[in-house]
């Protein structure tokens, strides 16, 4: 034991020491903390721009989803517009008309108006 200190003492007497902290340990300890305190900000600082990037892309997905939606129902309103002919339009609105006409059979409780329409329904 008295040996390694004999070592360590001429070491120090002659500036030879294997590392710069054996010489101001208080010092060195003091700038090791300030470099792991810088990457640590650094990290989380990395982290928090990762965790941007993840809140930024869920709402450019959200975006994608709201316009792929939208163009989906454009293109099924395109589609029923181009298939629906005049007769079809009236035939709808005829057949609207006649639910009509069953709701207010209904309510005034007119059995034979009510199953004539139903028949007239049914067939339709």
Same mark, same amino acid.
């Given at each position: 034991?008295?040996?390694?200190?004999?070592?360590?003492?001429? #070491?120090?007497?002659?500036?030879?020491?294997? /590392?710069?902290?054996?010489? #101001?340990?208080?010092?060195?300890?003091?700038?090791?903390?300030?470099?792991?305190?810088?990457?640590?900000?650094?990290?989380?600082?990395?982290?928090?721009?990762?965790? %941007?990037?993840?809140?930024? #892309?869920?709402?450019? /997905?959200?975006?994608?989803?709201?316009?792929?939606?939208?163009?989906?129902?454009?293109?099924?309103? /395109?589609?029923?517009?181009?298939?629906?002919?005049?007769?079809?339009?009236?035939?709808?609105?005829?057949?609207? +008309?006649?639910?009509?006409? +069953?709701? /207010?059979?209904?309510?005034? %409780? #007119?059995?034979?108006?009510?199953?004539?329409?139903?028949?007239?329904?049914?067939?339709?």
């Amino acid at each position: 034991l008295h040996n390694y200190f004999a070592e360590y003492a001429e #070491d120090f007497n002659t500036a030879t020491l294997p /590392h710069k902290k054996y010489y #101001d340990y208080d010092a060195w300890e003091a700038q090791e903390y300030k470099q792991r305190k810088e990457e640590e900000q650094a990290r989380m600082s990395r982290t928090a721009a990762a965790a %941007g990037n993840v809140l930024a #892309d869920e709402a450019r /997905h959200r975006e994608e989803m709201r316009v792929r939606m939208e163009q989906k129902r454009v293109e099924e309103e /395109h589609f029923l517009r181009a298939t629906m002919n005049s007769s079809k339009v009236a035939e709808m609105k005829q057949q609207k +008309l006649l639910q009509t006409e +069953l709701q /207010h059979a209904y309510k005034t %409780g #007119d059995q034979e108006k009510i199953q004539k329409l139903q028949r007239k329904l049914a067939v339709e």
